[in-house]
Nanobody, 115 residues
Framework: QVQLVESGGGLVQPGGSLRLSCAASVNIFSINTMGWYRQAPGKERELVATITRGGTTNYADSVKGRFTISRDNAETTWYLQMNSLKPEDTAVYYC?????????WGRGTQVTVSS
């Protein structure tokens, strides 16, 4: 069983920054794709950013140029640096890991962008 634990959410003003972290309980090199999704109230869960084992990144159009996904192989952790945050970025953010057979999700961390 793989466990993913997010941290770093919170309340931030528009234009501010936050960094989310996701710590995995398995060797990061056993994960094919890792990343972040988010779900706003009344909306479906949507992809935010992913990074493959090979280092290829993918971003939702709405966050390109503002968010950056990265990973620390030694710490089995990946991050989402979020800059220039907007109220429409408000959501519960979930970290995600796709292994060979199963996909895993964290419990989510709330990000609220409001003045």
């Amino acid at each position: 069983q793989v466990q993913l634990v997010e941290s770093g959410g919170g309340l931030v003003q528009p234009g501010g920054s936050l960094r989310l972290s996701c710590a995995a309980s398995v060797n990061i090199f056993s994960i094919n794709t890792m990343g972040w999704y988010r779900q706003a109230p009344g909306k479906e869960r949507e992809l935010v950013a992913t990074i493959t084992r090979g280092g290829t990144t993918n971003y939702a159009d709405s966050v390109k140029g503002r968010f950056t996904i990265s990973r620390d192989n030694a710490e089995t952790t990946w991050y989402l640096q979020m800059n220039s945050l907007k109220p429409e970025d408000t959501a519960v953010y979930y970290c995600y890991a796709a292994l060979t057979v199963y996909n895993y999700w964290g419990r989510g961390t709330q990000v609220t962008v409001s003045s």
